[in-house]
């Protein structure tokens, strides 16, 4: 009687748990890169890395070591953000020795006067709209200051000039970006 007890508990439990699911407990969680849903870390699920965050400097030891730097402010509930990851991603490997990458969460940024931050603050150079991409040459110059999605290329230009590279339609193509799937891209030799 007391197996049989279990058993029938069993069986309850379980069919409990599959129309929870069914009417929609599960459903919520899904998202995916067109939708504006929080579903983890941008970079490791949709750029394929997740060595950008966190940072491996903050952006007052990147100005004290007079390196450049690309900073992003984004957030992991954003579609925008979420699709731009992925070109973040594409630059660390061209520039990622050379420059310093500092993604910022931009609900971390304190919402006050903007004149109240200092250079060295993320605070200091945040529009409050994501993404927005500011490049600082080793000086700390704001050599680009973009809100919204940029194309890879149109970051590469201002991080050859902050280089001192060579532009695109000069230099030696050996390399090329192709996609790997929706998501991701990496560079492969050309054939």
């Known amino acids: 009687m007391m197996q049989q007890f279990r058993q029938w508990r069993r069986w309850l439990v379980l069919g409990m748990a599959v129309m929870l699911c069914w009417l929609g407990g599960a459903g919520t969680a899904w998202a995916g890169l067109n939708d504006d849903r929080y579903d983890?870390?941008?970079?490791?699920?949709?750029?394929?890395?997740?060595?950008?965050?966190?940072?491996?400097?903050?952006?007052?030891?990147?100005?004290?070591?007079k390196k450049p730097?690309?900073?992003?402010?984004?957030?992991?509930?954003?579609?925008?953000?979420?699709?731009?990851?992925?070109?973040?991603s594409q630059l660390q490997a061209p520039y990622g020795r050379a420059a310093n990458f500092v993604p910022v969460m931009?609900?971390?940024?304190?919402?006050?006067?903007?004149?109240?931050?200092?250079?060295?603050?993320?605070?200091?150079?945040?529009?409050?709209?994501?993404?927005?991409?500011?490049?600082?040459d080793e000086a700390g110059t704001v050599r680009l200051n973009e809100t919204g999605m940029i194309s890879?290329?149109?970051?590469?230009?201002?991080?050859?000039?902050?280089?001192d590279l060579l532009p695109r339609s000069k230099s030696e193509e050996l390399r090329r970006r192709r996609p790997i799937n929706?998501?991701?891209?990496?560079?492969?030799e050309e054939s």
């Open 152 to 163: 890879y290329e149109a970051i590469d230009d201002v991080m050859r000039d902050v280089f």
């Open 182 to 188: 929706e998501l991701n891209t990496e560079l492969v």
């Open 106 to 136: 931009a609900d971390s940024v304190p919402r006050q006067d903007q004149d109240s931050f200092a250079p060295t603050e993320p605070g200091y150079y945040f529009e409050g709209s994501v993404p927005q991409t500011v490049v600082l």
């Open 40 to 65: 983890g870390n941008i970079f490791a699920l949709y750029a394929g890395n997740g060595s950008l965050v966190p940072p491996r400097v903050t952006l007052a030891q990147s100005l004290r070591q």
């Open 69 to 88: 730097t690309l900073l992003v402010f984004y957030v992991d509930d954003s579609s925008d953000c979420k699709q731009f990851s992925s070109v973040i």
